[in-house]
């Protein structure tokens, strides 16, 4: 029995520090789902050593099976799949000429533009493709220069739907990649215009939904059930029958504006809202600092939550806003925008 | 003081103890007292037996009524249910016929600001996917939201026919959503049902309109099929190409096979092809037994 080929150190860090990221309560779906190992080997592992150990096991596994780059970088693109939330997303629109050409999408001719590109650009590049659900695919692309090889642990992701205008990218420290991306993506998927959207979450399900128009998804027809005709957000129902709202038509017509503006449904999750104001300020005190300034008013307003729009849907309910809410924070998900310039006119 | 209240309710009780005491003077016999007595109790209980009669007759006599009025309420009633229940049997029956309405294709409710369209498509009397268009009816007509998938060309369709033929844009709409449901529904069965027959991933994208897998019939090498469908209103194929995998020259017999193939994709629905598939693999088992 020949002795199996001792692997490249760079590519056996890259395999340890992999899997030292994978928590060890899902390091059996992931391996699984990356289906790089047989299922005896898979079987031969032992998940109750210490990680730095079964690091070393996993990468003898690996070099068994004469892993390369790309299996390695398939490894963290389902580790990265399964962890989403720790990538915040950048959305892309992109353009094509409004002529009659039906869009043929044929994934290998896109996935080999792209990667023909992103080479002839720069002479060290890893470019990695998975398919995922949703007629999409996961792109990881790991950085080089004419000089240096490829920084592994530094990658931008994309995330394409075929024969859409938009395309999902994690946000990279590496700003200076963002337009050679940009070309690639669009030249692969046969746009011609490429455009950075003021959207940003990271949660990418919630990014689709908004793009993808799918949320707020109740339609009036004959065969749905009507939507609750009772004035509640879960908070009177099991409230005593001895308590008697006084101000129920008041309390009816702002549940009834909500419903409208916001839909029944769960909206989709954002964490934040920005808007940068370059406004001149407008006080109710004649005289002060601020007042009879002709410059505008710099300043950045920032809205967080764990979950925005629900939050802002249940101002109104709570008593705390006004019923209707502000244009500019009902507008979020109708204009797909959470970065906001705002200017006097 | 006291002459004063003579008159009053003093005077009174003075007058019937003057009267007593001469009663009392003529002193009656007891016999005779007790007669009376109980001449008396006779009457009050003769009395009470009387009113104890009428009372019973007044009782009976109000129930009589009470019954009889009861009763033609009661009759009232039952011809207000019945008619009721014919009323809710109506309107159920109604329902169901505007629900109904979703498998002629095309249906729609009456909104506030316009009118919900509800597009249900279907393919080869199978029901598939529904998508609703939410039209607010002003000048201009404008779609107030909408579950068509981004990939179809809605945009492009709305500003061709939206504001000058409605009826030209619910058409065409109806066109491209059901030909995608179509080419879905026999992309997905082969995905699911035939996958036995393919020797790699099928390939496909959004639109379902490219298609692309390699498979395998008989014991004999493999063949690629590459399904285009150019035109977005069609579920059959615009252009087949179907070419052997490897190298080694086909003998005339795979020539015919691959030529009878890509004929088959051309003209019948792709899972109608694997079926037949299916049947032949069948047919040569059950011969071979």
Known sequence: MGRTRQMDVNLAEFVRRTILKIPMAKMMTILK????????????????????????????????NRATISDVALLDIVYTQV?????IWNVFHMNRKPDEEVDIFDMEEFKRTFKKILHRALKNVTVSFRDAEDDSVWIRIAWGTQHKKPNQYKPTYVVYRSQTPYAFTSSSP????????????????????IVQM??????????????????????????????????????????????????????????????????VSPPPQLEFAQYKLETKFKGDLCGGILADREEPLRCL???????????????????????????????????AMNY????DK | MMRKMKSGVLAHLEGLEAQMNRACKRSEKPWRVQAR?????????????????????????????????????????????????????????????LQAYRFTGLSGKLTSR???????????????????????????????????????????????????????????????????????????????????????????????????????????????ARLLYEDLTVTLPTDVTVTPQGTEALSALREEQRAAHEALFRTEPLHKVFASFAREEELSVSVAS
């Open chain 2, 37 to 97: 007595e109980s001449a008396l109790g006779t009457k009050i209980r003769e009395l009470r037996r009387l009113r104890d009669k009428l009372k019973a007759e007044v009782k009976r006599r109000q129930q009589t009524t009470e019954k009889a009025s009861l009763a033609s309420t009661e009759c009232d009633q039952t011809v207000e249910t019945r008619e009721q229940e014919a009323l809710e049997r109506k309107r159920e029956s109604v329902k169901a016929i």
């Open chain 1, 340 to 343: 906001f310039k705002i200017r």
């Open chain 1, 83 to 87: 962890h989403q939330h720790q990538k």
């Open chain 1, 198 to 263: 003021d959207l940003r979450s990271r949660h990418l399900d919630s990014l689709k939904a908004i793009v993808f128009k799918q949320f707020n998804q109740e339609f009036e027809n004959h065969n749905s059930i009507t939507p609750l005709q009772e004035g509640t957000l879960g908070l009177d129902i099991n409230m005593d029958s001895r308590i008697i709202h006084e101000n129920t038509v008041e309390k009816e017509r702002v549940w009834r504006v909500t419903q409208e503006t916001f839909g």
């Open chain 1, 33 to 64: 789902t990356w289906g790089f190992l047989s299922e005896n080997q898979l079987q031969t592992l032992n998940f109750k050593q210490r990680k730095d150990s079964f690091a070393q096991d996993l990468i003898l596994q690996c070099e068994e």
């Open chain 2, 114 to 224: 316009g009118v919900c369209v509800c597009i249900s498509t279907a393919f080869e009397g199978n029901l598939l996917d529904s998508y609703f268009v939410d039209l607010v009816i002003e000048k201009p007509l404008r779609i107030h939201h909408h579950s068509i998938p981004v990939f179809i060309p809605l945009e492009k369709i709305a500003a061709k026919y939206l504001q000058t033929d409605l009826q030209h844009f619910l058409f065409s709409l109806c066109e491209a959503l059901n030909a995608y449901s179509g080419r879905k529904y026999q992309a997905d069965r082969l995905q699911g049902e035939f996958a036995a027959f393919l020797t790699g991933p099928l390939q496909r994208n959004s639109l379902c309109n490219l298609l692309s897998f390699t498979y395998k019939v008989d014991q004999s090498s493999s063949f690629r």
């Open chain 1, 301 to 335: 307003i920032k809205f967080s939550s764990p979950n925005l729009l629900e939050a802002l849907k249940c101002l109104a309910p709570a008593g705390i806003a006004d019923a209707p809410l502000s244009p500019l924070l009902t507008c979020i998900p109708n204009k």
């Open chain 1, 174 to 193: 590496l700003k200076g990649v963002v337009p050679l991306l940009g070309q690639a993506l669009m030249t692969a998927s046969r746009h011609h215009q």
